[in-house]
């Protein structure tokens, strides 16, 4: 009886010929750098470590959770991550396995991201040998996993650690259709291809976010060990971005679906949505560090450390004035100058449409620069609510300016672009967020904004570093969406 194939194994494929013009995506690369360049005396005192502590206590939590190795509720995550991992601090209802089960599990990976560091600072070159090492560390405190018998039935086996798969571990789905990973002959040469071409990539210079997609998705492709190839993939990957001072890449349960779809897409031969993924990941970390800082900085109790802490910040302030920074800020009144003049258009447009159905309906185009002292911090309470939702601290003290769609029917609805520092601290990167919410007349014949909706996942970003033409074309793509967004938002309020 034949099985249809949803997916049939190849030979893992290299980059394609053209990835410097398909796959990379310069933006990241230069937020990233701006990020390196100016975060380095954070990055050398304790309150970062003790970020990135943090963050390393996730991606252990996370990396499991996602292959549902375990369960673990919303605040039992928020608590191991914040305060350790410690099976103490969790009830019984906080996860499916005993508080002690659950916290050997996770300590194993928490092990294997630490390993990565030292991995590094040994200099060690990338090979199956380390690679069954992570396999090993992974999976310390696993003892089975459940496979399938010749006839089909799922059974518990014993987990051989460190060890290249004997028996086929393709994934058979409800439909009746298989997919099929390399087969157990096959998968010593395959690991080998993988690192040679791995180390090709790195003589051509591929960029961090294309080279961890392309090796997390050829291991996975190969599948070589009988479980636990997903958390392997993501130590992988999360290698590359160490290697290059990126963030380790934390994909979380809320990301699942996107990073599903996105291996599926790379199975067709389109990696770009792995790479959007882990770019939009990379922005994320990047802006919770820079935001994050202070909270961290509060839990700094050393003598020491507050004082290179506030040495630091006057050294900051004084960089404020240099040419990196004032290029980032001209760039920025360039493209809230773009938007002004987009917005007067689409504003033109839509008082044609209205103004004819009722009194005193129409639409308009305003705006403040970051000159205009007198308006530049109007809005600040939906700009900052905006940011808490997705999840940053928008500097309002460092950059403030706006421009905005109004349009009045039955009631007034705004359309906002803020833009903005991004973080605690002037690293030189600026953001733009775009904003929808009505407003409604209090008590008091004050108008007062409703409930504020972000209108995209995450603020448009860019750096001094990014080529402003770029920058510009890039930004007019996103504004234009932003803006169907927001009309749409207005259309079902109407």
Same mark, same amino acid.
């Given at each position: 009886?034949?099985?249809?194939? !949803?997916?049939?194994?190849?030979?893992?494929?290299?980059?394609?010929?053209?990835?410097?013009?398909?796959?990379?995506?310069?933006?990241?690369?230069?937020?990233?750098?701006?990020?390196?360049?100016?975060?380095?005396?954070?990055?050398?005192?304790?309150?970062?470590?003790?970020?990135?502590?943090?963050?390393?206590?996730?991606?252990? $939590?996370?990396?499991?959770?996602?292959?549902?190795?375990?369960?673990?509720?919303?605040?039992?995550?928020?608590?191991?991550?914040?305060?350790?991992?410690?099976?103490?601090?969790?009830?019984?209802?906080?996860?499916?396995?005993?508080? &002690?089960?659950?916290?050997?599990?996770?300590?194993?990976?928490?092990?294997?991201?630490?390993?990565?560091?030292?991995?590094?600072?040994?200099?060690?070159?990338?090979?199956?040998?380390?690679?069954?090492?992570?396999?090993?560390?992974?999976?310390?405190?696993?003892?089975?996993?459940?496979?399938?018998?010749?006839?089909?039935?799922?059974?518990?086996?014993?987990?051989?650690?460190?060890?290249?798969?004997?028996?086929?571990?393709?994934?058979?789905?409800?439909?009746?259709?298989?997919?099929?990973?390399?087969?157990?002959?096959?998968?010593?040469?395959?690991?080998?291809?993988? $690192?040679?071409?791995?180390?090709?990539?790195?003589?051509? #210079?591929?960029?961090? &976010?294309?080279?961890?997609?392309?090796?997390?998705?050829?291991? !996975?492709?190969?599948?070589?060990?009988?479980?636990?190839?997903?958390?392997?993939?993501?130590?992988?990957?999360?290698?590359?971005?160490?290697?290059?001072?990126?963030?380790?890449?934390?994909?979380?349960?809320?990301?699942?679906?996107a990073y599903i779809d996105a291996l599926r897409a790379a199975d067709k031969r389109d990696l770009s949505p792995l790479i959007d993924l882990f770019d939009r990941l990379q922005?994320?970390?990047?802006?919770?560090?820079?935001?994050?800082?202070?909270?961290?900085?509060?839990?700094?109790?050393?003598?020491?450390?507050?004082?290179? !802490?506030?040495? #630091?910040?006057?050294?900051?302030?004084?960089?404020?004035?240099?040419?990196?920074?004032?290029? !980032?800020?001209?760039?920025?009144?360039?493209?809230?100058?773009?938007?002004?003049?987009?917005?007067?258009?689409?504003?033109?447009?839509?008082?044609?449409?209205?103004?004819?159905?009722?009194?005193?309906?129409?639409?308009?185009?305003?705006?403040?620069?970051?000159?205009?002292?007198?308006?530049?911090?109007?809005?600040?309470?939906?700009?900052?609510?905006?940011?808490?939702?997705?999840?940053?601290?928008?500097?309002?003290?460092?950059?403030?300016?706006?421009?905005?769609?109004?349009?009045?029917?039955?009631?007034?609805?705004?359309?906002?672009?803020?833009?903005?520092?991004?973080?605690?601290?002037?690293?030189?990167?600026?953001?733009?967020?775009?904003?929808?919410?009505?407003?409604?007349?209090?008590?008091?014949?004050?108008?007062?904004?409703?409930?504020?909706?972000?209108?995209? &996942?995450?603020?448009?970003?860019?750096?001094?570093?990014? &080529?402003?033409?770029?920058?510009?074309?890039?930004?007019?793509?996103?504004?234009?969406?932003?803006?169907?967004?927001?009309?749409?938002?207005?259309?079902?309020? $109407?």
């Amino acid at each position: 009886m034949s099985v249809e194939h !949803s997916h049939k194994w190849e030979p893992i494929e290299d980059l394609p010929a053209d990835w410097s013009r398909s796959l990379a995506k310069p933006q990241t690369t230069s937020l990233v750098t701006a990020w390196i360049e100016h975060a380095a005396e954070l990055r050398e005192q304790n309150l970062y470590k003790n970020f990135l502590a943090k963050l390393q206590r996730q991606w252990a $939590i996370e990396t499991g959770a996602i292959e549902d190795l375990y369960t673990l509720s919303e605040a039992g995550t928020l608590t191991l991550i914040g305060k350790g991992l410690d099976a103490s601090l969790l009830s019984h209802d906080d996860t499916n396995l005993s508080p &002690d089960e659950l916290i050997l599990k996770i300590k194993d990976q928490h092990q294997a991201i630490q390993g990565l560091y030292q991995f590094i600072s040994g200099q060690r070159p990338l090979g199956t040998s380390y690679i069954k090492e992570l396999h090993h560390v992974l999976t310390a405190h696993q003892d089975t996993y459940i496979g399938r018998d010749t006839l089909g039935n799922l059974v518990m086996r014993d987990l051989p650690r460190g060890e290249w798969k004997l028996l086929p571990n393709n994934v058979e789905h409800p439909d009746g259709t298989r997919f099929e990973y390399c087969p157990p002959d096959h998968v010593a040469q395959e690991m080998e291809n993988l $690192i040679r071409m791995h180390e090709h990539h790195q003589l051509l #210079a591929v960029p961090p &976010d294309v080279e961890a997609a392309w090796l997390h998705h050829r291991f !996975s492709q190969i599948h070589p060990f009988t479980d636990g190839n997903g958390r392997v993939a993501r130590c992988l990957a999360t290698l590359v971005l160490l290697k290059a001072y990126w963030l380790p890449l934390v994909i979380t349960r809320t990301d699942r679906k996107a990073y599903i779809d996105a291996l599926r897409a790379a199975d067709k031969r389109d990696l770009s949505p792995l790479i959007d993924l882990f770019d939009r990941l990379q922005r994320k970390a990047i802006r919770e560090a820079m935001s994050l800082s202070e909270d961290v900085r509060h839990e700094a109790t050393e003598i020491k450390s507050i004082l290179a !802490s506030v040495k #630091a910040r006057y050294e900051r302030q004084k960089a404020t004035q240099n040419q990196q920074i004032q290029k !980032s800020y001209a760039l920025c009144d360039s493209l809230q100058f773009s938007a002004a003049e987009y917005i007067t258009q689409i504003a033109g447009e839509v008082n044609t449409t209205i103004e004819s159905e009722g009194q005193g309906f129409n639409a308009f185009m305003y705006q403040a620069t970051r000159f205009d002292k007198n308006r530049s911090h109007y809005h600040s309470f939906q700009i900052v609510e905006c940011a808490k939702q997705l999840g940053y601290f928008a500097n309002l003290r460092r950059y403030q300016a706006w421009a905005a769609l109004g349009i009045v029917t039955e009631q007034r609805t705004e359309i906002l672009f803020s833009f903005h520092g991004i973080g605690h601290e002037d690293y030189g990167i600026l953001g733009c967020s775009a904003i929808a919410y009505t407003k409604e007349k209090t008590d008091s014949g004050q108008s007062m904004a409703r409930a504020i909706n972000p209108l995209t &996942d995450e603020p448009f970003e860019f750096s001094y570093s990014e &080529d402003e033409a770029a920058v510009q074309a890039r930004f007019r793509r996103w504004l234009e969406y932003a803006l169907v967004e927001g009309l749409d938002y207005w259309q079902k309020s $109407i």
